[in-house]
Nanobody, 123 residues
Framework: VQLQASGGGLVQAGGSLRLSCAASGRTATCYHVSWFRQAPGKEREFAAAITWSTGNTYYPDSVKGRFTISRDNAKNMVWLQMNSLKPEDTAVYYC?????????????????WGQGTLVTVSS
């Protein structure tokens, strides 16, 4: 599975961005497709996940109500709509695919990663 993230950029606090993740290859093997983020000097953290087959979604408390993950199975696309952005959302955002149904929020459980896209939120 190959993943390609795009859509990052510079936005003011309170603004919105939509990230895209284009998947190719054996995408049917992905149980979860997720977004993680990594801020400078910090560990990679879970941002959102979607179950590829059912569309069930998962969010950490830090983004719940502001971020929305969605997917189009036919187009092999996943999006992350980010609203009400805060400076602390500044990070490189990665999309990832996991074949197992467990540990949705654990980066080590993921099998495939795309390159990151940088999101910078100015205050």
């Amino acid at each position: 599975v190959q993943l390609q993230a795009s859509g990052g950029g510079l936005v003011q606090a309170g603004g919105s961005l939509r990230l895209s993740c284009a998947a190719s290859g054996r995408t049917a093997t992905c149980y979860h497709v997720s977004w993680f983020r990594q801020a400078p000097g910090k560990e990679r953290e879970f941002a959102a996940a979607i179950t590829w087959s059912t569309g069930n979604t998962y969010y950490p408390d830090s983004v719940k109500g502001r971020f929305t993950i969605s997917r189009d199975n036919a187009k092999n696309m996943v999006w992350l709509q980010m609203n009400s952005l805060k400076p602390e959302d500044t990070a490189v955002y990665y999309c990832a695919c996991k074949r197992s149904p467990v540990r949705v929020g654990t980066s080590l459980a993921y099998d495939y990663w795309g390159q990151g896209t940088l999101v910078t939120v100015s205050s």
